[in-house]
């Protein structure tokens, strides 16, 4: 742990990078308590005029853009003798660290990182500028997974009129990542940046830099020669990067956002969740008719309460909800009507005990219970709505075929 307090507030923790001119440290910001990252200019450098002004052009480019794919500057030092730029902490290697470590990425990795830089750089140049040293050191991959742009230190203007921004800085870059047109003394442009992403995708899928010279005289000898097609890389993603790369800025694709699109059509489709037949239809939320409430009757007794009307009903209330019409009514209507049918049969039945008088009614209609046949008074009792009399003893009188019974 370094312990440096920068700017009364940054204290310095320990070294991430290293440029030619800028040291980037992990600090924390002891007012807020959130960790930063602290480009810090080099000692020899801090009371150079041109290199501090460099640092506050890097601040004002930075500073203007907010953009998920573009490192955030927060603050900017320029008072003391450490004059530094502080930006938002990225908890994730540099994509230079990562080639370095693995080689050759994934063909869905390098495009998904590449896809992510592009659109970084659409909101580069829509703020006006040019990165012009877009390479796999200046593109920091999080542990979220996001790809962020970063380091425009030597950014300059989209408008080439714009001496402010380039009339000290020469061609300015890294020699292997320096599009043609640079090579050749000339203003950059957008196209610019779309040429150096195009050979960070080579690095990517290979591996190794597309232009491994390591002089300025080999790097001028090739760049007329285009880049190299290596094996291993699929047709459609060799479309991108080939247009990308073109020696005539004219012929690459107009802007970021173009390149961007053809990248997200290379990558691949999630694939669905779960098939149709295997989602619940009622798993979603929806809005329920209040409707089907009254449909469901729960019996109500003083020892259970009253379920309220919001109140989801059981089991077994949902059960006879479907069925439309309570069970035990349903019965208890069956039996009574038993009954009576019973009854009336019991009336105007003949002689013998529990048959039918009627022949067409084919088999015997059965007393339900003996307590039924006592119940109802018996046919002799009353016939034609007379009374019962003294006159008709029971077991002595004879029937004259009217009704009447005599004495012996």
Known sequence: MDGRLIGGRYRLLEP????????????TDERTGRPVAVKLLHPHLAADPAARERLQREALAMGGIEHPNVVSVRDLIL???????????????????????TGALPQADALRIASEATDGLAAVHAAGLVHRDLKPANILLGTDGRARVTDLGIAASADPGDAALTATDGVAGTLRYLAPERLLGEPAIPATDVWGLGVVMVEMLTG???????????RVGAAGQGVVRPDGIADPVWAVIARATADDPA?????????????????????VAAAASDVDPWADTAVIPLAVAAVVQMPVSASAPTLAPFDAPSAGQERRAR????????????????????????????????????PAAGASVPVATNAVATAAPSASAQVDGAAPNDDD????G?????GKGKDD
């Open 16 to 27: 991430r990078g290293m440029g030619g001119t800028a040291a980037v440290w992990s600090a």
């Open 79 to 101: 008072d003391g003798d450490h004059p530094a730029l502080v930006m938002d902490y990225i908890d994730g290697p540099s994509l230079a660290v990562a080639i370095a470590t």
């Open 208 to 218: 190794a830099p597309a232009f491994p010279a390591t002089s300025i005289q080999a």
């Open 251 to 271: 012929a690459r694709y107009v802007t970021a956002e173009a390149m961007a699109a053809d990248l997200r059509l290379l990558a691949p489709v999630p694939a």
């Open 323 to 358: 069925r439309g019409v309570p069970l035990i009514p349903i019965l208890g209507a069956a039996v009574l009507a038993l009954v009576v049918a019973v009854a009336a049969l019991g009336g105007s039945g003949a002689d013998a005990p529990g048959g039918s008088a009627d």
């Open 393 to 396: 003893k029971p077991g002595k």
């Open 398 to 402: 004879k029937g004259d075929g009217n």
